[in-house]
């Protein structure tokens, strides 16, 4: 019996050991409720843990990842209204982060508040996420946003890499059409979970894509190596961001990398050579004049 019992726990040990190899994320969850009064603070607790168990523990692709490959990634939920006993609004921050070959260096993809958040929530009922359906704003909030993070980290290793999980975030948008919650619509407004999955799903914004991966791919994972070489990769990819924006002016996409990557990139072109300096300057200001005067930094030193 002994003997039965060791297998036993050797099979369970082996299975979680491959559970835990397969799940895609490790990502850092968080709800904060700080502007909610009267309300019992373990319906907030017992929501993290949910949602925590619903990135990390649900299998998301059909691919198996090592510890080592899981996508970095921090969620926090701030709940700033209770609408009704399990009615509650308010808002996403959401980062995802890429780590850089041959560093202790991880860069930022994605940094963005979703301030459209609205849901419903029933205390220790489990969170459901049909691909086919939609009947939960928080867990296709979440899955829209986990399926961009999938698309945008496999953009960054391969040219148009992510495109399966943008149409699947596309699905989700088109699933939610019907729902009164706000943030689906491409009416609402011009910045909106819509607009982002139209413009990552659009073939105008292919170069925008590509920008993605020559900047991470081919920019900063060849910096160690040779840093000038990894410089004027990320030059080219601040040129492809460049050609999107003369088709679309203004575009959210577009600025949400501007977003996440403006002190990166004025860091990374603080050295390097004066002309290219000076094209990156004149690219970045024309996509980003409101802090134009921050890339002028560039050249000053």
């Not at 691919?63 to 701030?78: P, V």
């Not at 070959?101 to 958040?117: E, G, P, Q």
């Not at 990374?268 to 094209?279: D, L, M, Q, V, W």
């Not at 200001?285 to 134009?292: I, L, T």
Request: glycine share 4%; charged share 20%; aromatic share 12%.
């Amino acid at each position: 019996m002994a003997k039965n019992n060791s297998v036993f726990l050797l099979l369970a040990l082996l299975f979680l050991a491959l559970a835990a190899r397969s799940q895609e994320f490790n990502c850092q969850v968080q709800v904060s409720a700080r502007q909610v009064e009267g309300t019992d603070r373990t319906t907030f607790e017992t929501l993290q843990k949910a949602l925590y168990e619903f990135v990390n523990a649900r299998k998301w692709t059909s691919y198996s990842y090592k510890t080592e490959e899981r996508i970095e990634a921090t969620l926090l939920l701030t709940i700033n209204e209770q609408i009704s006993t399990e009615k509650f609004r308010g808002q996403l921050n959401l980062v995802l982060k890429r780590p850089v070959y041959k560093s202790n260096f991880n860069t930022t993809l994605f940094n963005y508040v979703d301030k459209n958040i609205e849901f419903t929530y029933v205390e220790n009922e489990p969170l459901e996420f049909n691909d086919n359906a939609f009947n939960n704003n928080l867990t296709g909030i979440i899955a829209f946003y986990i399926n961009l993070f999938l698309g945008l980290d496999a953009d960054s290793f391969s040219p148009l890499g992510g495109t399966a999980y943008f149409q699947q975030a596309q699905a989700i948008v088109q699933n939610a059409q019907s729902r009164a919650e706000t943030g689906w619509k491409s009416y609402e407004n011009q910045k909106n979970r819509y607009w982002l999955s139209e413009n990552l799903s659009n073939p105008i914004y292919n170069s925008v894509r590509e920008s993605i991966y020559k900047y991470h791919l081919q920019g900063l994972d060849k910096m160690y190596d040779n840093a000038e070489l990894g410089r004027n990769s990320i030059a080219e990819s601040i040129q492809l961001l460049s050609k999107a924006n003369q088709q679309k002016p203004g575009s959210f996409l577009i600025q949400l990398i501007l977003e996440a990557k403006r002190d990166e990139i004025i860091l990374i072109f603080s050295e390097g050579a004066p002309n290219t300096k000076a094209e990156v300057v004149k690219n970045l200001q024309e996509m980003d004049p409101a802090n134009g005067s921050r890339y002028q930094q560039i050249l000053s030193r």
